[in-house]
C-alpha cells in the first residue's frame, strides 16, 4: 500500500471513528489548589512563553497530524495559519512521504501562511535507519522547520502489518541525527506515552525535549484496528496516561516537556503546565476542527485559550511562572502508576 493512501486512511478513520483510548488520560487525578479570592482580573492573564528558543503567544502546539496528500495539504495550511494567528506553535506530520516522492514538499510547505511560527518537521523512528542522514536534514531544511520531532511508534508499528519491526539502533540512529542537524531535535511518542524507562535512555541523548503523547486520547492501536489489523485491538488501552507519562518523564529527566495526548479543554492544559511541562499539545480536536473549515478552528481556539485563561484566574496566577507555583495534588490510579512505575 502507498504511503499517501496510508495516511488518507488515517485521516478519514481519525475523524470518522471513535478512535480515542477509552482510558482516561488521568487528569481527573490532578487536584489543583483553587484561589477563589485571585486579587488580579481575567483580562490580565499573560500566556506567553519561550520554547526552544522560541516565543509563544501561548504555550500550546497542535501536534503532528498529516501531509503528503492534496486533502493534507490543505489541512497543513489551515492548520498553520491558524497557528501564526494565534502564536503557537505546529508540528507537521510524518515527512517519510516526502522522502520517498520529492514532489510532496508541497504538500507540507507552510510558510508562505505562517512565516513565524514555531514549526516542526517529523520523522519516525524506523525511517532513521532507512534514509540518508543527508536527505532527513534536507527535508528539515526544505520546509524551512524549526525543529525536528523524531516519533516513537513501536506500538502502532507492531500492530500494523506492513509495519517496521525492527527498532534495534534506534539510539544510535537518534544521536547520530542530533549531532548532524543544525536544528533541534525533540523526542514525540504518538498517543501511548513515554515511561520512565523511556525517558532514562531519552535522557541521555542530546535531545532538546521530550513530548509526551500519552495514554487517554488518539489510541493508534484503534486506528490500526480499524484499518484492518488482526493483532491491534488488545492493545487499544495500551500505554502511559498522559499525567503519569508527564510526571514519570519529570522524575527521569530535567529537559522541557510537552504535555499532550488526551489534552481535551484549557484545563487539561493549564493542569500540565502545572505538573512541570513547557507546552501542552493538541492532534485529535484541532484536526476535527480543522476539518470543518478555518473559522471553526478559530473558534476552537478562541475557546480553548479562554478555558486556559479562566485555569490561571482561578488558581490566581497572572502569567505562568505564577501558574507553576500553583499546589496540587495527585490522587487514585494516577498516584498508583506513578508510585509504580518510577
Ligand atoms: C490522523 C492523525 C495522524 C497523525 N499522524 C502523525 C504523524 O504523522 N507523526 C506524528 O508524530 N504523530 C502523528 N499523530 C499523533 C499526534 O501527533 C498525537 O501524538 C496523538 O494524536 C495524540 O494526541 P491527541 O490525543 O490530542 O490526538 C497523528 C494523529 C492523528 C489523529
Same mark, same amino acid.
Given at each position: 500500500m502507498s504511503i499517501q493512501k496510508r495516511k488518507s486512511d488515517h485521516l478519514r478513520i481519525a475523524v470518522?471513528?471513535?478512535?480515542?483510548?477509552?482510558?482516561?488520560?488521568?487528569?481527573?487525578?490532578?487536584?489543583?489548589e483553587y484561589d477563589a479570592l485571585p486579587e488580579m482580573n481575567l483580562s490580565e492573564v499573560n500566556l506567553k512563553t519561550l520554547f526552544l528558543g522560541h516565543d509563544f503567544e501561548v504555550p500550546l502546539m497542535i501536534s503532528a497530524i498529516t501531509g503528503g496528500t492534496k486533502e493534507a495539504k490543505k489541512i497543513n495550511l489551515t492548520i498553520a495559519s491558524a497557528c501564526e494567528s494565534f502564536g503557537i506553535g505546529f508540528g507537521l506530520g510524518s515527512q517519510r512521504a516526502m522522502l520517498e516522492h520529492k514532489n510532496l514538499k508541497d504538500t507540507f510547505y507552510v510558510r508562505d501562511v505562517a512565516p513565524n511560527i514555531f514549526l516542526a518537521a517529523n520523522i519516525g523512528i524506523a525511517q532513521l535507519s532507512e534514509y540518508?542522514?543527508?536527505?532527513?536534514?534536507?527535508?528539515?531544511?526544505?520546509?524551512?522547520?524549526?525543529?525536528?520531532?523524531?516519533?516513537?511508534?513501536?506500538?502502532?508499528?507492531?500492530?500494523?502489518?506492513? &509495519?517496521? #519491526?525492527?527498532?534495534?539502533?534506534? %539510539?544510535? +540512529?537518534?544521536?547520530?541525527?542530533? /549531532?548532524?542537524?543544525?536544528?533541534?531535535?525533540?523526542?514525540?511518542?504518538?498517543?501511548?506515552?513515554?515511561?520512565?524507562?523511556?525517558?532514562?535512555?531519552?535522557?541521555?541523548?542530546?535531545?532538546?525535549?521530550?513530548?509526551?503523547?500519552?495514554?487517554?486520547?488518539?489510541?493508534?492501536?484503534?486506528?490500526?484496528?480499524?484499518?484492518?489489523?488482526?493483532?491491534?485491538?488488545?492493545?487499544?488501552?495500551?500505554?502511559?496516561?498522559?499525567?503519569?507519562?508527564?510526571?514519570?518523564?519529570?522524575?527521569?529527566?530535567?529537559?522541557?516537556?510537552?504535555?499532550?495526548?488526551?489534552?481535551?479543554?484549557?484545563?487539561?492544559?493549564?493542569?500540565?503546565?502545572?505538573?512541570?511541562?513547557?507546552?501542552?499539545?493538541?492532534?485529535?480536536?484541532?484536526?476535527?476542527?480543522?476539518?470543518? &473549515?478555518? #473559522?471553526?478552528?478559530?473558534?476552537? %481556539?478562541? +475557546?480553548?485559550?479562554?478555558?486556559? /485563561?479562566?485555569?490561571?484566574?482561578?488558581?490566581?496566577s497572572k502569567n505562568l511562572t505564577e501558574l507553576r507555583k500553583t499546589k496540587y495534588a495527585i490522587v487514585g490510579r494516577t498516584k498508583e502508576i506513578v508510585d509504580k512505575l518510577t
Open positions: 470518522n471513528n471513535k478512535i480515542e483510548h477509552k482510558e482516561s488520560a488521568g487528569f481527573e487525578d490532578v487536584i489543583l540518508p542522514i543527508e536527505d532527513i536534514a534536507n527535508m528539515v531544511d526544505k520546509i524551512e522547520a524549526d525543529a525536528l520531532a523524531i516519533h516513537l511508534n513501536a506500538l502502532q508499528e507492531a500492530v500494523q502489518p506492513e &509495519g517496521d #519491526k525492527d527498532f534495534e539502533k534506534a %539510539l544510535e +540512529n537518534i544521536e547520530r541525527i542530533c /549531532k548532524h542537524l543544525k536544528k533541534p531535535v525533540y523526542i514525540k511518542e504518538v498517543g501511548h506515552g513515554i515511561s520512565y524507562k523511556t525517558a532514562r535512555k531519552l535522557d541521555a541523548l542530546p535531545i532538546k525535549a521530550i513530548d509526551v503523547q500519552g495514554l487517554g486520547g488518539t489510541s493508534w492501536a484503534a486506528i490500526e484496528h480499524f484499518r484492518g489489523s488482526k493483532t491491534a485491538n488488545p492493545y487499544w488501552n495500551f500505554g502511559i496516561p498522559t499525567v503519569a507519562s508527564i510526571l514519570c518523564c519529570k522524575e527521569a529527566s530535567d529537559k522541557p516537556i510537552i504535555a499532550s495526548g488526551g489534552i481535551r479543554h484549557g484545563l487539561d492544559a493549564v493542569k500540565g503546565l502545572i505538573l512541570g511541562a513547557d507546552l501542552s499539545g493538541i492532534a485529535l480536536p484541532a484536526l476535527k476542527a480543522a476539518v470543518k &473549515g478555518q #473559522k471553526n478552528l478559530h473558534s476552537f %481556539l478562541d +475557546n480553548f485559550l479562554e478555558e486556559m /485563561k479562566i485555569g490561571f484566574l482561578l488558581t490566581g
